[in-house]
């Protein structure tokens, strides 16, 4: 069995691939309504379809310049085999395509969750939820899948089993596989922010012509901007999320992998015995076996996620969530511990060197582990990831003590809304940023930078079904404005409002666990940047490598800004296109003329590609400079390395500082202005939607709108691609693989290394005996 | 002369001080006024006079409480003196009283400067910008003189000359003086944050009642608040900047006399030669003489600045400012080429250990430079310094880019205000911390860490002009409060508007300036931090270390947190005492009863003192926290030394970021408003007060109000202090200087000492050979 395993992963995505057509045709076959419903869901899957054409026309330029780029890295790098370029673009592809779901299913779901609803509110959750989980196995299949079919080929035909050049040999495998990584996170940061941008500027634009100077309501089929706000809810929360989300997935498991490997030298390195189980590979296998097994268990859980009861409130539908949720991380934690013990030696080394590395002393953390200390890092990621979960709950949620806060606040006016709402933005840093410094802790403690890449892969390992709760909400909320739009009875929009309001609690919640999985994800892949550029350490004690971190700890907050001001002037276009509509458009207020819907369609799909460039190229751009610039001053290239890891770790930081401060802040504006709408006590008065201190509150939430749906995500991606780009050029900085003893093109040999692996498996063979004469030299990289 | 200079120095803040007395006498002999004007001053200085005592009562307590603190760690560590403790007073007692005499002075000269405005403009700036220049003065002479004389003192007292006993001696000699660097800086966290509070609250209140409830103008003496109000510009911009720049200068001169301490050691290691001139500290004494020529330059300076033509417009003004500030910045800079050249060996090292320490190859940043880079550094830092001020005033300038950019922002309502109020923020963090990265990069290629504490020491020569410019903006802000309240004749307030206006550009450079010297001293604080624990660097490729990086970069944040609630709570509490004295004290509207002015400033100086408790707690204890707590834990004394290097860095980088970003979106913000009042263009339309966009705008700034005067000035305290109490506790953390080397008490032996220092000297003498057979290990820290 355990030699079969590689090409057994696979199979895990294809599972939740297929269970995921099934579902899919499921949702089809609803009812999708009268024609009318049908007529508004149609413009709504155009606008999406239109958006993501225009993207993906976008992005095959980039693809094409980032391609020749990494030709280019394999051409200087022996170690850097040209297919990371085929890597890359399956990459990209498979992200695009899973977004492509997304936004498909979402829109066939939106309009049959209206027709849903008429009927009732347990079957309007049925399909709305079926849709979240298209999306999210989607999402975790194609992830699965394509990692694992492409690292199963790669090391197939590259890996001589256990043998003193696998380490050198797998890592030009990871390398590649970096690639694939690095492909899926360029689309993220591109649907991410581009969707951002978009969902904002038609949010924006369509309130502030039509609900102020026209004072039409919400999601009136009068307003021009309505069907883009629609597609906006698609292409930000539901295509962004997925791919941010998919590129955590990918870059977790990569992460992980690279240091799985770390781990297999170590153990050379420090053990008699070899590594044979798993073609000796086990530590590598592991989190992506954790993550196959996260899908089966995510659907396990979808099937406890039902209610009965046609009056059932809020509270009934978040418990079914919440119970599928955690059986779910909690079946992933259970197969955890047996996977571990099934696949992992018994004992681990932390370093390859043994204790002392280049006069760094480890003894002090342990220069050994056991496997069971891997499940505890494994525990502490699950509890970590639901803990920060809860907090962002907590910071953002009706009725808690800081969205309360804020109301009080907008009695006295929108400056001292705005004050309230800011400070708890910042004060909600504390909290998640020391468990996050503990789990760091924690997770290393228990067994290294490896146990904290094992962390972050079964935080991820239920990504399906996050991302199921996750996408729903967007789906009632777009349910809704087409039953407001096609003139459903009240009801309907009383039972899609349930859910929509579950949704804005489920959203909060998993904004919490995109950033969580970002920045653990980020970690682990800064540890694997270390590894691969071989650098002892990031001593910020030198001043260069400090005055790195200093720009790394700025970019964010001017990515941020970027990102603010790119809605301001997108939503300045949209606006003065609704204004011109409504002007020259005669009988629109009457309902007797359409509107040009798909002007406005237009206007945010190109200033969202054209504003999200900047943000863009200052993000991939950036660590390459630091990089590299420095070679001109005579730096060297390990000086380089160690330079451009402390560009890493202060993007990391304050893009963690950053993300946490404006989704917090916005989701607490939001709730606020939202409270008033059931009313609220002020100073024993209660206050109402249309009073002063509901105005001051919605000054707060546009404030608020571009912090926690443009900006604030944005920064997940903004870290975690840097430090891919960080991984991505690795081995052209720092001492590289390329060195010594490594130096030969190990592909050519392939044939005569297998033979000299199948020697070593026999453990006391003649060849193995050779190469160990120097052991400790043989196996570092 | 050499052998001299060590009681020169103290006499170069003698100097300061008698000029100092000179220009007070001449302020207080100019003529106050009527008796309106004379009581309302009067009523000024007596609330700031009783804010000042709250104050320094709550301050002895924490004295003691820290004395005793500093008492047990003397007790601990053999190399700490328990006259740490005497310094510790001395510098908080300085402190203070530069607090004390820029407050007496400032409220001298604003009542004296309203009556001079009644005259002519030209005698307006003449007496207003004396009362700075009395300010600045002390504060630059009363540091220069205690810090000189106790380092006088001491190292008379325990240094024997070049012996290699010299570097374990001086280390104890500095030691013992960062309690009096850090004395002032506790004081001035309490000023500056409670200050920030104070003003602010008194601010928000008297705007919120008076202006908008009660619909009377600012200043008007009906409003019970107003003195609150005037007594917070004196207690925030002038106690509180004052405090704020004492300590840096101080700390900037100890972190350089740290470093050069090291430089000696570093002489001493790789030079055949010993250092014989200056008693062998002429490293240590440089900054302290730059500091020392920058008071008399500052003091040439201030003649430059007159102008003499009545009708005079702010850009006259400016002008003369401009010309005395550039004169006293270019003669520091010339001087300094000068005394570089005549005080350092022409041949300097980086380190300590030939080359390599530890492994850690510097030989790429030149093992060896000469004193003329040190030079170069010195030009970096003023350069920088300069390019980091004319940064800030673009961001926040009236009629600049940004400012128009906020204004036209405002037209779209208040949300639209914040959103380009924040963007400008943030975005202005990216110039200013390239150019602070390079200048790091720039003058450690040029002379190593002690080339960044020699360009910082460089900048912060001129303090004494810095603040005498910095300080005349509230003066005059002041004055024209009281020709307000005194109903004096239209053309004193026009005039003294002028002054005031310039006074807010001033302002602008000021902080610019104060962050940069802040963020420089950090840095200097951190490399003379790792030289006192002996640790090799701080690896954040170690989990436990960058944990704490995440937490120190989370500290700026919760911290601006806190300051931002307590203004807003401090403020409500302000509101309601307004409200009840209109309710119930008859006839305050009619002017018939004067309101109870004494209420007002006491709940200020009630609601500062309370709310600075718990930031000023956070400031100080996390280091210690992120210090000992580890070691509960099995971790060594390095390790937790590496880690609170690590969250030294974090809070700094962190909250240079934060610091930029809040005072410039505060500062644009504040002359976004300001516009409105001479009208601006909007869409080609001319927008002026009252409008709606002008709202907007007046919202933008009170939530600015505590970014700019109270959050955003107090990170440059943070990270100071951060960075002294991590300096304060070094001895107990790393290898520390207790160990083998230095275990001898020192103070016995100097009698001894001096003998052998004096052989020495000879330098071919039998003792110094005897040393030198191990010269590489004696001279080790």
């Known amino acids: 069995m355990d030699e079969l395993l590689i090409w057994i992963l696979p199979v895990f995505g294809i599972i939740g691939l297929g269970y995921m057509l099934y579902l899919a045709r499921w949702v089809k076959a609803q009812d999708a309504g009268n024609d009318r419903m049908k007529k508004i869901a149609a413009y709504v899957q155009e606008g999406a379809m239109a958006f993501l054409k225009a993207e993906y026309r976008m992005l095959a330029i980039f693809v094409v310049i980032a391609g020749a780029a990494l030709g280019w890295i394999s051409y200087a790098v022996d170690t850097t085999h040209w297919l990371i370029i085929v890597a890359f673009v399956i990459g990209a592809v498979f992200s695009a395509i899973a977004g492509n779901i997304g936004m498909r299913i979402a829109t066939d779901a939106n309009v049959r969750t209206a027709e849903a609803a008429r009927t009732s509110l347990p079957k309007a959750l049925k399909v709305s939820f079926t849709g979240g989980t298209v999306m999210g196995l989607g999402v975790a299949g194609l992830a699965v899948f394509g990692l694992s079919i492409i690292f199963a080929i ?44 978009y969902t904002k500027a038609a949010d924006v634009g369509a309130d502030l012509v039509g609900k102020v100077e026209a004072g039409i309501p919400e999601d009136d089929p009068r307003n021009p901007a309505t069907i883009a706000d629609n597609v906006g809810d698609n292409v ?26 770390y781990a297999i030298n170590a153990y050379h390195v ?117 803990l920060i979960s809860f907090l962002t709950e907590y910071y953002t949620g009706l009725g808690k003590r800081p969205v309360m806060n804020i109301i009080k606040n907008s009695s006295t006016g929108a400056a001292t809304n705005i004050i309230a709402g800011l400070s708890t933005g910042m004060m909600s840093t504390f909290l998640p940023i020391i468990l996050f410094a503990l789990a760091i802790w924690g997770a290393y403690a228990a067994a290294g930078f490896y146990g904290i890449s094992l962390a972050a892969s079964a935080m991820m390992a239920t990504t399906a079904m996050q991302l199921a709760i996750d996408a729903f909400g967007p789906i009632a909320d777009n349910a809704g ?48 940047y270390v590894t691969f ?11 260069p490598v400090l005055a790195m971190l200093f720009i790394g700890g700025m970019i964010p907050v001017v990515f941020s800004a970027m990102a603010m001001s790119s809605v301001g002037k997108a939503a300045m276009a949209m606006v003065k296109e609704v204004r011109r509509q409504f002007k020259e458009i005669k009988g629109i207020m009457e309902g007797k003329n359409e509107p040009e819907y798909g002007k406005c369609v237009e206007i945010s799909t190109d200033a969202a590609l054209r504003e999200m460039m900047l943000p863009g190229i200052l993000t991939i751009i950036t660590p390459i400079i630091v990089g590299f610039l420095p070679m001109l001053f005579g730096y060297s290239a390990k000086d380089c390395a160690e330079m451009l890891g402390a560009y890493m770790a202060g993007v990391t930081v304050s893009g963690v500082l950053w993300a946490i401060f404006q989704n917090n802040a916005g989701g607490a504006w939001d709730n606020a202005k939202k409270s008033f709408e059931a009313g609220v006590k002020i100073d024993g ?17 546009t404030v608020g709108d571009p912090f926690k749906d443009t900006s604030g995500p944005s920064m997940n991606i903004l870290i975690k691609l840097t430090c891919l780009v960080g991984l991505v050029v690795a081995p052209l900085l720092g001492e590289g693989h390329s060195t010594e003893e490594h130096a030969e093109p190990v592909i050519e040999e392939t044939e005569g290394g297998e033979n000299e692996g199948e020697e070593t498996t026999s453990e006391e063979g003649e060849t193995s005996s050779v190469e160990s004469e120097e052991p400790t030299f043989s196996w570092i990289s």
Chains 1, 2 share one sequence.
């Open 154 to 197: 790669l090391a197939a035909s590259w890996v001589t089993e256990p043998s003193n050049q696998f380490y050198g040999q797998m890592t030009m495998v990871l390398e590649t596989l970096a690639g694939f990584s690095l492909g899926a996170e360029s689309i993220a940061l591109f649907a991410r922010v581009g969707g951002g941008i």
């Open 236 to 261: 930000g929360d539901v295509a962004g999320m997925g791919a941010d989300l998919f590129g955590s997935y990918v870059a977790t498991m990569l992460a992980a992998m690279v240091l799985g490997n």
């Open 533 to 543: 550029t071989g650098i002892d350490g990031i001593n910020i004690f030198k001043a």
């Open 270 to 386: 420090n053990s008699d015995a070899d590594l044979t189980a798993f073609q000796g590979m086990g530590p590598i296998l592991l989190p992506v076996l954790i993550a196959g097994l996260g899908i089966i268990f995510s659907i396990i859980g979808t099937l406890f996620i039902r209610i009965k009861d046609n009056s059932a409130k809020e509270r009934q539908v978040q418990g079914a969530l919440n119970m599928g949720n955690w059986s779910a991380i909690i079946l992933t934690g259970i197969a955890s511990y047996f996977v571990i013990d099934w696949m992992l030696p018994e004992k681990l080394y932390l370093t390859a060197i043994e204790v002392k590395l280049n006069g760094i002393d480890y003894s002090d953390v342990g220069a050994s582990f056991t496997s069971a200390r891997v499940f505890i890092a494994v525990v502490i990621g699950l509890v970590v990831g639901g």
């Open 481 to 528: 404005g087409i039953a407001e739009m096609s003139e459903l009875p009240k009801e309907v929009r009383e039972r899609t409002d349930i859910l929509d309001s579950v949704g804005n609690t489920t959203a909060a919640i998993g904004k919490g666990f995109a950033i969580a999985s970002a920045a653990l994800t980020a970690l682990a892949l800064f540890a694997a």
């Open 685 to 701: 008065k209660m206050t109402y939607k249309g009073s002063d201190a509901h105005k001051a509150a919605v000054t707060g939430d």
